[in-house]
């Protein structure tokens, strides 16, 4: 009974320690777009959005939703499972007063045919929320109120999330934050729903949004040094 206790102690402390040693891994980046000139701002492709325009500030994608919308994204050219993406995004005061309290800005990982890993947070709610969202439907992953580093309407959030192999075959170490701050870190075991490799930011509403609009600027791909 004390050996099987110890062995599972043993795997308990080795979660833990790789758990914790994702939140704090370092990082190297392969992939920094300031968004400032229209060739930058061309390297964003849009991955998903019923009516979305976009146009350009003098350092940032500006992004309108139109009809039948509740969100926008665009994808960066990098490609991967074991990545983390950062960016500095804004709802700006021209969305409609009646829109502002559900819009959100966010990023995404393991993107593709509808399923991803996303950070959202929300500037009036002062509210972050980790999900994961596949054929299963939509799993919230993490919940964080009162986010001291989430910016109020027109001004800055930094979001960051990563995503990278776990421990057990199939799964995965994800990690959000917002500025310095964790907002969520969790291990899922059922990574492998997710298929898709492609890297976003994004800019919606927890309903339809038409008239949202929002800016992205400062994004940054990276990988695990020892990837």
């Not at 939509?138 to 776990?166: F, H």
């Not at 976003?200 to 008239?211: N, Q």
């Amino acid at each position: 009974m004390k050996a099987r206790f110890a062995a599972i102690f043993l795997v308990a402390v080795a979660a833990v320690l790789l758990i914790a040693a994702v939140a704090g891994a370092a990082m190297v980046g392969i992939y920094r777009n300031g968004l400032e000139t229209q060739p930058q701002r061309a390297e964003m492709l849009q991955l998903f959005g019923r009516n979305c325009k976009r146009g350009g500030g003098e350092d940032a994608i500006q992004v309108l939703l139109g009809a039948k919308t509740d969100s926008c994204a665009y994808r960066t050219p990098v490609l991967g499972r074991d990545l983390e993406i950062a960016a500095t995004e804004r709802i700006l005061s021209t969305t409609p007063k009646a829109l502002q309290n559900k819009a959100y800005v966010a990023i995404q990982l393991r993107a593709g045919g509808g399923n991803k890993y996303e950070l959202r947070a929300f500037p009036v709610q002062r509210k972050a929320q980790l999900l994961k969202v596949s054929e299963a439907g939509t799993k919230y992953l993490a919940i964080k109120k009162n986010v001291k580093g989430i910016g109020g309407i027109n001004q800055p959030t930094v979001v960051r999330l990563r995503a990278v192999k776990g421990a057990g075959d199939g799964s995965a170490a994800v990690a959000a934050y917002v500025g310095p701050e964790l907002v969520g870190e969790v291990s899922d075991e059922a990574a492998g729903e997710l298929t898709g490799e492609f890297t976003a930011v994004s800019v919606g509403a927890t309903k339809i949004a038409e008239g949202l609009s929002g800016s992205i600027d400062d994004l940054a791909v990276r990988v695990p040094v020892n990837f």
